[in-house]
């Protein structure tokens, strides 16, 4: 997938307003530096790629007048993330006919990723996600970390952004003020057909110093920009 191949009725959402608190810094995550730009900045420049324009940076409050990307539409988010996507989905043109939710902390995504997402749209997906085969057996546990079960792993994924959307879903999945973790599982819990797509390693989210550090040598590694992927 290239720049040539930029379809008009796709938009995309950068969700950057969370706090990072996981992440032990006073600076949140997706604002820190990696490489020559900050993590924010990576994960801006791939939706610019595919969508030109049609992009809504989500951030905190205090970041309205000091986000500095690219972005061309910047919004103020709300306490939680589905708040912030509802906020960046009132910016989105009524016309979009696809959006992508992208986590800014995952600045390294492949456009080969975005790729599938939508050939699987095109299929007849109402949504589509990321997502990578866990190698680790899971144990289901209860707050005093008694094992309850042991579920089979064959049939569990690891779920990564962006996620694609058919836009008109998206926007009635979240008029009810809905919560959920990622915006799929609205889609899922409405009864839309959600289909998963390979991920790629390179999807990581900054979570930990740890993953960032990752991310960085990966960068320097040339990631992700392969001369075969280059938007």
Same mark, same amino acid.
């Given at each position: 997938m290239n720049r040539s191949a930029e379809r008009p009725g796709l938009w995309a959402i950068v $969700?950057?307003?969370? #706090?990072? @608190?996981?992440?032990? =810094?006073?600076?949140?995550?997706?604002?820190?530096?990696?490489?020559?730009?900050? $993590?924010?900045?990576? #994960?801006? @420049?791939?939706?610019? =790629?595919?969508?030109?324009?049609?992009?809504?940076?989500?951030?905190a409050p205090e970041r309205i007048d000091d986000h500095g990307t690219d972005a061309m539409r910047v919004v103020v988010g709300g306490s939680t993330r589905s708040e912030s996507v509802r906020a960046g989905l009132a910016a989105v043109a009524s016309d979009a006919a696809f959006v992508l939710v992208h986590d800014a902390a995952r600045p390294l995504v492949p456009v080969t990723v975005v790729g599938r997402l939508l050939e699987a749209l095109d299929a007849g997906a109402d949504a589509a996600v990321p997502g990578l085969a866990l190698t680790d057996t899971v144990k289901r546990v209860d707050r005093a970390g008694l094992v309850l079960e042991t579920p089979d792993r064959a049939s569990l994924m690891a779920v990564q952004t962006p996620q694609a959307f058919r836009a008109d879903i998206l926007r009635r999945v979240h008029a009810a003020d809905s919560e959920a973790t990622d915006d799929a599982a609205l889609v899922?819990?409405?009864?839309?057909?959600?289909?998963?797509?390979?991920?790629?390693?390179?999807?990581?989210?900054?979570?930990?110093?740890?993953?960032?550090v990752w991310l960085r040598a990966q960068l320097v590694a040339g990631a992700p920009q392969r001369e075969e992927e280059r938007p």
């Open positions: $969700v950057a307003a969370g #706090s990072g @608190a996981r992440f032990g =810094s006073e600076i949140a995550k997706q604002f820190l530096p990696l490489g020559e730009r900050r $993590v924010v900045d990576h #994960s801006v @420049a791939l939706m610019r =790629s595919l969508c030109g324009d049609r992009v809504v940076l989500v951030v899922e819990a409405a009864g839309g057909r959600v289909m998963v797509v390979a991920g790629d390693p390179l999807a990581r989210k900054v979570t930990t110093d740890e993953d960032l």
